[in-house]
């Protein structure tokens, strides 16, 4: 089984600061990779994807990807106490099946402190 | 465009005792996955959909789990019977295609007591 390593926090970061997600991932054949949020009690959103090296950047949000050192993260600039959340690092594997699937990391909790 | 479609919400069932669960994806979505989510954990892939045929059901637990998609489109997880340790939110979730953007439905709460 093809594995999605995230920290599992909680991750505490102050009101404005820049909170900083990482995960890594073990399958090299990797091309898609995906940071969803989670609130408690609700199902994962979609906050970014990714899809090639380098940094994608979406408002106060930056997904970096780094290939060959199997690494994706995530960058919250001005973070606000609404961020805090559960971050699902996931990624597209291809392990036994011509079918690609989505596999999910444990999630990082994030705490905005005021 | 409508979101993915899940009922029921909430389930309390007695362990040995029988639930399904529908879920309606996004319209035009050729893919329709069903995970599992234990409170504290990340989604676990039970099954894959690619229209109406599975490409994936290696960590569905075949003795009580079983799921269908009937026409390519709605889709049923049904556990029988259940055990304590199924208690968790299933999460119905659809992309266009296996690699690309998964959506998520609300997710049906499964208690079991």
């Known amino acids: 089984q093809k594995e999605v390593e995230q920290n599992s926090g909680p991750l505490s970061v102050p009101e404005g600061a820049i909170a900083s997600l990482n995960c890594t991932y073990s399958d090299r054949g990797s091309q898609s990779f995906f940071w969803y949020r989670q609130y408690s009690g609700k199902s994962p959103e979609l906050i970014m994807f990714i899809y090639s090296n380098g940094d994608k950047e979406d408002g106060r949000f930056t997904a970096q990807l780094n290939k060959a050192s199997q690494y994706v993260s995530l960058l919250i600039r001005d973070s606000q106490p609404s961020d805090s959340a559960t971050y699902l690092c996931a990624v597209n594997s291809l392990e036994y099946s011509s079918a690609s699937k989505i596999i999910f990391g444990s999630g990082t909790r994030l705490s905005i402190r005021p | 465009e409508a979101g993915v479609a899940q009922s029921p919400r909430y389930k309390i069932i007695e362990k040995r005792q029988s639930v399904a669960f529908w879920c309606n994806p996004i319209s035009g979505h050729a893919t329709l996955y069903w995970y599992q989510q234990i409170l504290g954990q990340g989604p676990k892939l039970l099954i894959q959909f690619q229209n109406n045929g599975v490409v994936d059901d290696s960590q569905l637990p075949k003795d009580r789990f079983s799921a269908e998609r009937l026409k390519g489109v709605d889709s049923t997880l049904k556990i029988q019977p259940a055990k304590l340790e199924d208690s968790a939110v299933y999460l119905c979730?659809?992309?266009?295609?296996?690699?690309?953007?998964?959506?998520f439905g609300e997710g049906s709460w499964l208690t079991v007591v």
């Open positions: 979730a659809s992309s266009l295609m296996n690699w690309d953007t998964i959506y």
